[in-house]
């Protein structure tokens, strides 16, 4: 069968100001399908799914101790994990656009469950190095589910309910750590992976009897023309290209706080344990929360205004968050200020990009998220290497200098669409 070529529409005056006026978009009015209660269970799935991948964090330890693996070799896993994750974005995701997506997520969910158990089984280094790639492969549903909430939605709606979806992704970021010391302290490390394996099936069982039918899938082709076409998304669509640097900038300033954060938090003279530690994610929390109204403004057309004013308080963050170790407070204040920041321009970013292109929406959305990938790599490293030399002022600073590359790209993108 012929593939078809993905047509461009038209963008409202509000979005294309805030991609400087060259990408565009649909309004079209066709009605919402999507509830509040399906968006709910939406973004628990997304919690759920995406928290596999950050599972292991606090328990390297445990893991290198049971597996006879030595402790500078066991962070491996945090990589596998990530490179399964890369990969999916690649090559699962854009499958929303050409598949029934109700049973490509169910079958996403089914078979996380089985990488799961498999994590929980491993009895050798290789095995668990094998399985982990699964997790992470099949945690890309996520932003399947993500694509198909903005589907169901209405054009008016659609922020609103990224917007949520969105929250319940930065939740299980947050809370995977908690969630799996916890856990751990109870059954062991690998009872975290069956509890997850478990919780994943009931829920693939209650979107099964409660997800709408998926409508049939936008593209038509190959399945290799369909990831030519993601590939072609990053020369064609502006909206696309913009928003995606956003999204390397706004991750790179989030991983460079939360990948190091530990180490002057773990050290003396605050010297705090990992679950006080784990207890500043609840902060990080709050600041996600209250920053899922930014979908409802973007829907508004005042997706450009929020990206300045979010773009802006990510700066600030790292004042308050630089005297640490004179002050818990002024952490929290910089952890809630960040997190706020950061989602908000996550949600404006996805809301516009899903507005520029309805017909490609899972395509975009994997497309978009290598951004953050590769945002997220660099800025763990960069984190670590600097605190390591330098200390954890000096991480402020480039956690600062970062942001306030993406509030200068903001105001330049202002400048050059006037």
Same mark, same amino acid.
């Given at each position: ?54 599972? *292991? ?6 893991? *290198? ?12 896993? &945090? ?26 997520? @169910? ?20 095995? @668990?190095?094998?399985?982990? &790639? ?25 922020? /609103? ?17 908690? &969630? ?68 390397? @900038? ?63 308080? %990510? ?6 968050? /630089? ?5 818990? %407070? ?49 800025? *763990? ?24 590359? *993406?509030?200068?790209?903001? %105001? ?7």
């Amino acid at each position: 069968m012929p593939y078809t070529p993905l047509a461009p529409v038209k963008m409202d005056a509000e979005a294309e100001k805030a991609t400087g006026g060259h990408s565009q978009t649909s309004r079209s009015a066709s009605p919402s399908t999507l509830s509040r209660y399906q968006t709910l269970l939406f973004a628990i799935t997304c919690a759920m799914a995406v928290a596999n991948v950050y599972f *292991a964090q606090p328990l390297l330890e445990s893991m *290198a101790s049971s597996l006879a693996v030595s402790p500078g070799t066991i962070g491996i896993v &945090v990589t596998a994990t990530q490179a399964g994750y890369a990969v999916g974005l690649l090559f699962i995701v854009p499958l929303g656009d050409l598949l029934n997506r109700k049973k490509l997520i @169910l079958t996403q969910m089914l078979m996380s469950a089985v990488a799961l158990c498999a994590v929980g089984l491993a009895g050798n280094w290789g095995m @668990l190095l094998g399985a982990m &790639v699964l997790v992470g492969l099949m945690a890309v549903v996520v932003q399947v589910v993500v694509a198909y909430a903005a589907s169901l939605a209405s054009p008016e709606q659609r922020g /609103a309910a990224v917007g949520t979806v969105t929250s319940g992704v930065v939740l299980g970021i947050l809370l995977a750590r908690f &969630v799996s010391g916890a856990v751990a302290d109870l059954a062991g490390w690998r009872g975290v992976y069956f509890v997850s394996a478990a919780l994943m099936i009931g829920m693939a069982l209650v979107l099964w009897r409660t997800m709408p039918a998926s409508a049939a899938p936008p593209a038509k082709g190959s399945y290799w023309q369909l990831l030519r076409s993601v590939f072609q998304l990053y020369l064609t669509e502006r909206t696309l290209r913009v928003r995606g640097t956003f999204a390397l @900038l706004i991750f790179a300033a989030f991983s460079v706080l939360w990948t190091s954060m530990v180490l002057p938090l773990s050290a003396p003279p605050l010297s705090l344990t990992h679950t006080q530690i784990g207890l500043f994610g609840l902060a990080g929390v709050a600041g996600a929360l209250a920053a899922a109204r930014a979908g409802r403004l973007a829907d508004q057309g005042r997706g450009n205004r929020t990206t300045g004013i979010a773009l802006a308080l %990510l700066t600030l963050s790292w004042l308050p968050t /630089a005297f640490v170790e004179s002050s818990l %407070l002024a952490m929290v204040v910089g952890v809630v200020l960040l997190d706020f920041a950061v989602q908000a321009v996550h949600v404006t970013n996805q809301s516009l990009i899903f507005a520029a292109r309805p017909d490609a929406q899972s395509r975009l959305v994997g497309a978009y998220m290598c951004f953050y990938s590769v945002g997220s790599g660099l800025g *763990a490293i960069a984190a670590t290497y600097t605190y390591a030399h330098f200390g954890w002022v000096a991480v402020c600073i480039l956690g600062a200098a970062i942001s306030a590359v *993406a509030l200068l790209y903001w %105001l330049y993108l202002g400048l050059t669409s006037n």
